[in-house]
C-alpha cells in the first residue's frame, strides 16, 4: 500500500502562490496517474487536477490557467503550483494515486489518499 504525504500548505493573501508537495513511498510512483483534490468545510471532495503516468494533465474549470500539476519520477514526488489564489481556492488539499495511468476525475476511481494540507487565503 501507498503512503501519500502532502506538504506546502499555508496561510496567503488572495493574489499570492503556493507550491503543494506529495511524497509517495514504493516503486510504483511513475507508472500511475496522480491528482490532487480539495475540500472546503461543508462542500463535497472536488476535482482539482491530474496527470497521467506519461505527462498528460487535466484540471478544473475553477483552476485552469492558474494551479499547475507536476510530477518528478525520480523523487516520487507530485507538486501543485497554485499561482493567483482566491478566497474561494481555501480547502484541505488532498493528492490522490489513481488505479491505471490514465487520469480519471472521480475520487471513487483513486486508491490511495494523503492525509492533506490546509490553504487559507485571505481577501
Known amino acids: 500500500q501507498v503512503q501519500l504525504v502532502e506538504s506546502g500548505g499555508g496561510w496567503v493573501q488572495a493574489g499570492g502562490s503556493l507550491r503543494l508537495s506529495c511524497a509517495a513511498s514504493?516503486?510504483?510512483?511513475?507508472?500511475?496517474?496522480m491528482g490532487w483534490f480539495r475540500q472546503a468545510p461543508g462542500k463535497e471532495r472536488e476535482f482539482v487536477a491530474g496527470?497521467?503516468?506519461?505527462?498528460?494533465?487535466r484540471y478544473a474549470d475553477s483552476v485552469k490557467g492558474r494551479f499547475t500539476i507536476s510530477r518528478d519520477n525520480a523523487k516520487n514526488t507530485l507538486y501543485l503550483q497554485m499561482n493567483s489564489l482566491k478566497p474561494e481556492d481555501t480547502a484541505l488539499y488532498y493528492c490522490?494515486?489513481?488505479?491505471?495511468?490514465?487520469?480519471?476525475?472521480?475520487?471513487?476511481?483513486?486508491?490511495?489518499w494523503g492525509q492533506g494540507t490546509q490553504v487559507t487565503v485571505s481577501s
Open positions: 490522490a494515486r489513481g488505479r491505471t495511468r490514465v487520469v480519471p476525475v472521480d475520487p471513487a476511481d483513486f486508491g490511495s
Open positions: 496527470i497521467s503516468a506519461s505527462g498528460g494533465t
Open positions: 514504493g516503486r510504483s510512483f511513475s507508472v500511475y496517474a
